[in-house]
């Protein structure tokens, strides 16, 4: 079987992504760390691989993968025998295509904006717009308003089983999870026993522990 190389970053939530389905398919592979602050991702060798300069970048023997959630994708199903089966099988697969799509466009853009501005901009040392955050928090509570109508049906968003739709949050609820954000979920109940549930997947546990390394 050809080496897994995914050049990324331990902080970046794409890459966690990306760390999160290998885990969960239990297979091997090489980490190469991508220097964000030197400019790495913008570099000629990088720019081979993803021609957008934006993490991570994946190669698997001559093929070379680029957005995160293709990736998830095509790892879920080239080794479908391997570790979880992440795409509901045996199951109609409408609503994992649809709960996929629901995490990309409502839920990441609102959740990606929120820790922007209360992770990485105090990280950075800039500061914080309390307008900016008032309105995604408004925009993300509309959002979690449907998944705990959804999960009030479903243990999980596609099925009743783990899969990729779940696991592509993973990233955003671990570092919305550590700001005044997390009241959003903790006021739903289906939906936070949804994010408490998913978080403590012993393949999540590891991409966490990644960042500790």
Known sequence: MAVLKVHGAVLSTASMRVFACLYEK???????????????????TFLSL????????????????????????????????????????????????????????????????????????????????PAVV??????LGKVLDIYEARLAQSKYLACDCFTLADMHHLPNLHYLM?????????????????AANISSRPAWSKVVAMQKQ
């Open 50 to 129: 993803n021609p957008f300069g934006q993490i991570p970048a994946v190669e698997v023997g001559d093929q070379k993968l680029f957005e995160s959630r293709a990736i998830t994708q095509y790892i879920a199903e080239e080794y479908a025998d391997k570790g979880t089966q992440l795409t509901c099988p045996g199951k109609p697969l409408a609503p994992l295509f649809v709960w996929k799509e629901v995490e990309a466009h409502q839920f990441d853009p609102v959740a990606s904006k929120l820790i922007w501005e209360l992770v990485y901009k105090p990280m950075y040392g800039t500061t914080t717009d």
């Open 178 to 194: 550590g700001t005044p954000v997390k009241k959003l979920f903790d006021s739903r109940p289906h939906v936070s026993a949804w």
């Open 26 to 44: 239990d297979l091997d592979f090489q980490f190469v760390p991508v220097d964000m602050k030197a400019g790495q991702h913008k570099s000629e």
């Open 134 to 139: 008032e309105e995604n928090e408004a925009k």
